[in-house]
């Protein structure tokens, strides 16, 4: 049996999400909330993905070009979205993040990028503040650091 990186990968996120739930489980309630509900599917779909690699394992093929500077944008994406709730919390960074991801990278126009923008800061704001009350900090820019 040869270890793919996928695998790897599959079983690594599977340990990382059974870690997170393992320590939300003696949190309070209120607390445990968001890690329970993001790490317990994580972990599902992370075993799910290793039995997956295992029963049926995938033939390696080479990267497609390009493959490298994608990989490199992603993070910056992704590094921009942690760098953006630091600085201005989550309730700015949500619908600012959608904005600019349809806008720049997926290429979307203004009307198609604001409408998204709008509808996840209301599916946000709906869920997490308004009916769950789960407080956010306005980030350090907005709270004077």
């Avoid at 993070?75 to 600085?87: G, P, Q, Y």
């Avoid at 949500?94 to 709008?118: K, N, Q």
């Amino acid at each position: 049996m040869r270890v793919s990186g996928a695998l790897v990968f599959s079983l690594a996120l599977a340990a990382l999400a059974a870690f997170a739930v393992y320590t939300a489980l003696r949190w309070p309630p209120k607390a445990a909330l968001f890690p329970l509900t993001m790490g317990i599917p994580l972990l599902v779909l992370a075993l799910a993905q290793a039995v997956a690699e295992l029963r049926y394992p995938q033939p390696t093929a080479a990267a497609p070009a390009g493959a490298g500077r994608r990989t490199l944008v992603t993070f910056a994406w992704m590094a921009s979205f942690i760098a953006l709730v630091l600085l201005v919390g989550f309730p700015v960074t949500v619908p600012a993040f959608v904005f600019f991801y349809l806008l720049l990278e997926s290429r979307e126009g203004w009307r198609v990028s604001l409408v998204a923008a709008a509808a996840a800061w209301g599916f946000f704001h709906v869920l997490f503040q308004r009916v769950l009350h789960f407080p956010f900090d306005s980030g350090l820019i907005l709270t004077g650091f």
